[in-house]
């Protein structure tokens, strides 16, 4: 039993995940048996109390709770940003539930960045519907966001994204990371020059998006890859990724291309905008704490708060301003501060929940600007180039992509792998796998390693039965 739900400011579900045995406990609440549970609009309903109680404790009293437990081994976690309540109802531990509530989190600041209102769109929805599902069918190996290959391959896949770069322009813009993946692993990256780095929440992030678009790409039976719903006609998107503490409020240009089965072609065009999500989120934290503190009327940290909240406005007028935004947004902004000092400090007509909320619409107008028009790149032939490059390296790179499969003793035999099939097939053979946490890394063993152990006929019966294991 497992349910994903997001609520609005006004208690609106408007993401929600759930299977069928949560329906099942949600009708035991309802009182009416002939009641349909089965909508956001009755879940919502029956869950308002719970959601109510989380915002009234955390606003009013100051006294936040994040999780609950049930006598029924229901376990109830909570997280707020941006008035948005997450919510994950399960029959997991607290850590494990909390811990997947942060990873939702996390993509929705990935796909929407501060515009949490896109999840009303059902193409928002259905993206972050894909991206929970694909959260866990990548490489279960910790801090392991990389793969390290036979060097031919590795350097194969780094000139081939450097040759790339040289071909795919995207005037305005000159920062930008071109990335090939073997599965959800980071096979090679190129960055030009002056480019912010990716850091590894990133390459994760963008590891389990190609992670959904193999899922959706695998039975596909195209010779090219058809569009990912989710995405443009061009399979790409703005997504956002880390900047600094802050969270992902990056914006980014995304673009996707399959280069061959489980191997996938990333583009991060760097829109310009880091230093205006950065300011922009901050300003959005200030004054959502200063709206709590009106809520609990708590005046004595209402001018501190004051100070730090017009602080977070002038980085983000000067941001905007630098990026040469419309001078109404900077405008906006400088006047709904004066008018919710005034309010809070001197008796006007206006009250300061009133000027707090022409605030957070003057901020939403500014987050509607880290949202720019997506660049369209030309990448039809480099693509195609690419392919060719890595032509002599796709079926080695398609093994390494592989977690699962079956190790039979011939081609009837689908078997899965057991001890004694193990001894039988590679006796004295032992495997070993290296793991570099310091740089997010892993090392795979190849036949190559064996040359000066093994005798060349051991070595290519060893290879033909893998390669028959495997296809």
């Known amino acids: 039993m497992k349910a ?11 993401f929600s995940k759930w299977d069928e045995g949560f329906l099942q406990r949600m009708k035991s609440f309802n009182e009416q048996e002939s009641g349909n549970v089965t909508d956001n609009h009755n879940v919502a309903q029956l869950l308002s109390p719970i959601i109510t109680s989380q915002r009234v404790m955390a606003a009013q009293f100051g006294n936040t709770y994040s999780s609950m437990q049930c006598k029924d081994n229901t376990t109830i976690v909570f997280d707020e940003w941006l008035d948005h309540v997450f919510l994950i109802i399960s029959e997991q531990s607290v850590d494990d539930a909390h811990r997947e509530l942060m990873d939702c989190k996390t993509f929705v600041q990935h796909i929407c960045g501060q515009n949490v209102s896109l999840l009303h769109s059902p193409i928002y929805q259905e993206w972050l519907s894909v991206l929970l599902e694909s959260r866990g069918k990548g490489d279960s190996i910790p801090g392991a966001s990389g793969v390290i290959g036979e060097s031919g391959a ?20 000159n920062h930008y990371h071109f990335m ?15 480019s912010e780095d990716l850091t590894p929440p990133d390459l994760i992030l963008m590891s389990i998006q190609c992670i959904a678009a ?10 090219q890859p058809t569009r990912l719903p989710w995405l443009s006609e061009e399979n790409s998107a703005i ?11 990056a914006p980014h240009s995304m673009h996707l291309a399959e280069i061959a089965p489980r191997i996938i072609f990333v583009i991060l065009v760097d829109m310009e905008l880091r230093d205006v ?66 309010s809070c400090t001197t008796t006007t007509p206006l009250t300061p929940e009133t000027t707090a909320t022409a605030m957070h619409t003057a901020l939403e107008a500014v987050i509607d600007h880290l949202k720019p028009d997506i660049p369209s790149l030309k990448m039809s032939q480099p693509v195609k180039e690419l392919r060719t490059i890595l032509a002599p390296y796709v079926d080695f790179l398609r093994v390494k992509a592989m977690r699962y499969f079956s190790l039979g003793s011939g081609e ?60």
């Not at 994903?4 to 408007?14: A, G």
């Not at 090939?180 to 002056?194: I, M, N, Q, T």
């Not at 708060?305 to 040469?324: F, R």
């Open 4 to 14: 994903t739900l997001i609520f609005d400011s006004v208690n609106d579900l408007v």
């Open 154 to 173: 590795t350097s194969a896949a780094l000139n081939s994204l450097k040759a790339a770069s040289k071909e795919i322009k995207c005037p305005p813009y």
């Open 180 to 194: 090939l993946f073997v599965g959800d692993k980071l096979l090679a990256l190129y960055s030009s020059r002056g």
């Open 214 to 223: 193999q899922e959706y790409w695998k039975d596909k039976q195209e010779e």
């Open 239 to 249: 997504v956002h990724t880390c900047a600094g503490a802050v969270g992902p409020s």
């Open 277 to 342: 999500g950065i300011a922009t989120q901050m300003s959005n934290q200030v004054l959502s704490n200063l709206r709590r503190l009106l809520l609990q009327r708590n005046l004595e940290m209402l001018p501190s708060t004051l100070d730090a909240l017009e602080g977070a406005l002038k980085k983000t007028t000067d941001a905007l301003k630098k990026n040469k935004a419309p001078a109404n947004l900077c405008a906006r902004l400088s006047t709904r501060m004066l008018e919710l000092r005034k």
């Open 412 to 471: 009837m035999d689908s078997g899965s792998l057991t001890l004694h099939k193990y001894v039988e097939e590679f006796p004295g053979l032992i495997h070993f796998v290296y793991v570099d946490r310091t740089t997010g890394r892993f090392l795979a063993p190849d036949m190559a390693d064996c040359a000066d152990m093994l005798s060349p006929d051991t070595i290519r019966g060893t290879v033909s039965r893998s390669f028959t294991y495997v296809r």
